[in-house]
């Protein structure tokens, strides 16, 4: 699992753990009832949801049956527990249009625009997670043969291919990139902030949202809803599912399965528009 699930996982166990100790419960003698009061109360309190509540049984779950392998319980207060019922939630993608909006927001001189735009560029050319992104090192992108190795979920590497317009862009920056720091030390990783440490999470989504507002998009920017219209987008142009797939790093087709329903969606606004009895 990524760094990130072990962290949300963690922190669900916590919570758990604080619940039992406040309410003078073992964790090895817990029942259903103290997980089904545990779950209301994030519920209800917390105001959790669904998908929250469904990581936090799933949490639990594998918790106690680790410990019943263990030998430490005799049966998981969860073995006959479901979980919450998740909602379908389509992913939100941008049209191809508010892309190509974001693509006409002047570019600025400036070493933190430069990086932007190169960061936007590859995210929207390979649809890597943001993790994945941040995470690059300089060696990994072949700009001469448009190539970059991306080191996804479960140290599972892939090779995914970068069109002209972004390796131009990345050149760029990557140019700028060792003229700034030329002579200093600084991260392995491709981008980087100003003092020449590898960017974080935050402050590209930061810089990613102010891009949105610049380009007038009316939702939100944040570098997943660029992953998904790479991904729709694809399907839109009569791209293969499975080479989607192998794009996105799924390790499964069903979750790139849910693109199809995506793009399935706009299918009865174009039937209503063309069909001469729509």
């Excluded at 669900?12 to 545990?38: C, H, I, M, T």
């Excluded at 069903?254 to 329903?261: E, F, V």
């Amino acid at each position: 699992m990524s760094r990130n699930t072990v962290a949300g996982y963690a922190s669900d166990l916590r919570q758990w753990l604080a619940f039992l100790s406040k309410a003078g419960r073992d964790p090895l003698a817990a029942s259903e009832d103290d997980v089904a009061d545990f779950l209301w109360g994030l519920k209800s309190k917390g105001g959790l949801a669904p998908a929250s509540l469904f990581r936090k049984t799933e949490s639990l779950r594998s918790f106690y049956s680790f410990l019943a392998a263990e030998g430490r319980v005799a049966v998981s207060p969860l073995a006959t527990m479901r979980s919450p019922k998740l909602p379908e939630r389509l992913p939100g993608c941008l049209s191809e249009s508010e892309v190509e909006a974001l693509f006409r927001v002047p570019a600025a001189d400036d070493f933190a625009s430069c990086r932007t735009r190169a960061m936007l560029e590859l995210l929207y050319a390979t649809g890597m997670r943001v993790t994945e992104l941040v995470s690059l090192k300089g060696e990994y992108l072949n700009l001469q043969d448009g190539w970059v190795r991306v080191l996804g979920k479960g140290s599972k590497e892939r090779l995914v291919p970068v069109h002209d317009r972004a390796r131009k862009t990345l050149s760029s920056y990557m140019v700028l990139r060792q003229r700034r720091f030329a002579g200093k030390s600084t991260a392995a990783e491709l981008f980087v902030g100003r003092t020449g440490r590898k960017l974080s999470r935050v402050q590209f989504w930061r810089d990613l949202a102010a891009l949105g507002r610049k380009a007038g998009l009316k939702a939100p920017l944040h570098p997943h809803l660029l992953r998904h219209s790479f991904a729709t987008h694809l399907l839109a142009h009569g791209a293969d599912l499975r080479a989607v797939q192998e794009l996105l790093g799924h390790s499964s087709l069903s979750t790139t399965q849910i693109y199809t329903h995506v793009e399935r969606s706009g299918l009865k606004k174009a039937h209503e528009k063309s069909h001469p009895r729509g």
